[in-house]
């Protein structure tokens, strides 16, 4: 190697030390913003769901950046995959609850970004700006019967969250008899898909623990960004869904 090119190569590595990785994740989560913008979404029968609130309303506690590349990049982009995938099959006539109940039998293109779309259509329902505080309604007594108190089912819900291994997802779900209990999933999978070695339920409220759902506010400190969670959950949300499970 050339005594210029050692030297240039060591500057480099010099520099990339100095860039701390929420910088360059910021950096990334830029450029994948305004690829995502640039694209529209592929023509099909499923669309993004608009934002229910500003991106910056649920500061301090989900910075407005995070809000931004979540919803007009990542969910575009599952939205504009499945529409991709299914588009001249069968599928494309199917319902979004109908691809996830079948998901054992779908290709994983369409499995995957199902989920995504399904899974942050409700996850940005359970958020608010007035979030927060303790559960209501019946759900608020199906918790505490369920799990002691309160408190105990936000422990177990923080593990959960917190022991999935890579990205996934946590889940507070009903089963068919209306009993609540806690799970955790790869991926964009979910309750509602039969997938072997899924717990399977309705989904009432849903916390995402993919890095690109904190990274930039919390870095790898995921246990902080759950804890910040049940400042913006959505609870009235949380029980209508409740409320409908056990309606049938």
């Given at each position: 190697?050339?005594?210029?090119?050692?030297l240039k190569n060591g500057?480099?590595?010099?520099?990339?030390?100095?860039?701390?990785?929420?910088?360059?994740?910021?950096?990334?989560?830029?450029?994948?913003?305004?690829?995502?913008?640039?694209?529209?979404?592929?023509?099909?029968?499923?669309?993004?769901?608009?934002?229910?609130?500003?991106?910056?309303?649920?500061?301090?506690?989900?910075?407005?950046?995070?809000?931004?590349?979540?919803h007009d990049a990542h969910?575009?982009?599952?939205?504009?995959?499945?529409?991709?995938?299914?588009?001249?099959?069968?599928?494309?006539?199917?319902?979004?609850?109908?691809?996830?109940?079948?998901?054992?039998?779908?290709?994983?293109?369409?499995?995957?970004?199902?989920?995504?779309?399904?899974?942050?259509?409700?996850?940005?329902?359970?958020?608010?700006?007035?979030?927060?505080?303790?559960?209501?309604?019946?759900?608020?007594?199906?918790?505490?019967?369920?799990?002691?108190?309160?408190?105990?089912?936000?422990?177990?819900?923080?593990?959960?969250?917190?022991?999935?291994?890579?990205?996934?997802?946590?889940?507070?779900?009903?089963?068919?008899?209306?009993?609540?209990?806690?799970?955790?999933?790869?991926?964009?999978?979910?309750?509602?898909?039969?997938?072997?070695?899924?717990?399977?339920?309705?989904?009432?409220?849903?916390?995402d623990v993919w890095e690109?759902?904190?990274?930039?506010?919390?870095?790898?400190?995921?246990?902080?960004?759950?804890?910040?969670?049940?400042?913006?959950?959505?609870?009235?949300?949380?029980?209508?869904?409740?409320?409908?499970?056990?309606?049938?």
């Amino acid at each position: 190697m050339l005594k210029r090119d050692f030297l240039k190569n060591g500057l480099m590595t010099m520099v990339g030390a100095l860039v701390s990785p929420a910088l360059l994740a910021r950096a990334h989560d830029e450029k994948l913003l305004r690829e995502a913008r640039a694209t529209p979404i592929a023509d099909g029968p499923f669309t993004l769901p608009a934002l229910p609130y500003a991106f910056n309303a649920l500061e301090p506690h989900i910075d407005a950046r995070t809000m931004e590349v979540h919803h007009d990049a990542h969910h575009k982009t599952y939205v504009s995959k499945l529409n991709e995938a299914v588009a001249g099959k069968p599928q494309e006539k199917m319902s979004l609850a109908d691809l996830l109940a079948s998901a054992s039998k779908q290709t994983d293109a369409v499995r995957n970004n199902a989920g995504g779309h399904f899974n942050h259509s409700m996850f940005w329902q359970l958020l608010s700006a007035k979030g927060g505080g303790q559960p209501t309604g019946t759900l608020a007594t199906a918790i505490t019967s369920t799990f002691g108190s309160f408190d105990k089912f936000k422990e177990q819900f923080a593990t959960a969250a917190t022991s999935r291994f890579g990205s996934g997802w946590a889940w507070l779900s009903a089963d068919n008899t209306g009993k609540l209990f806690i799970s955790s999933t790869p991926n964009q999978d979910n309750p509602l898909m039969d997938i072997a070695g899924i717990q399977h339920g309705t989904p009432v409220l849903g916390l995402d623990v993919w890095e690109h759902a904190y990274y930039l506010k919390y870095q790898n400190k995921r246990p902080e960004y759950v804890a910040a969670f049940w400042n913006v959950v959505n609870w009235p949300e949380a029980n209508r869904r409740f409320e409908a499970v056990k309606k049938g």
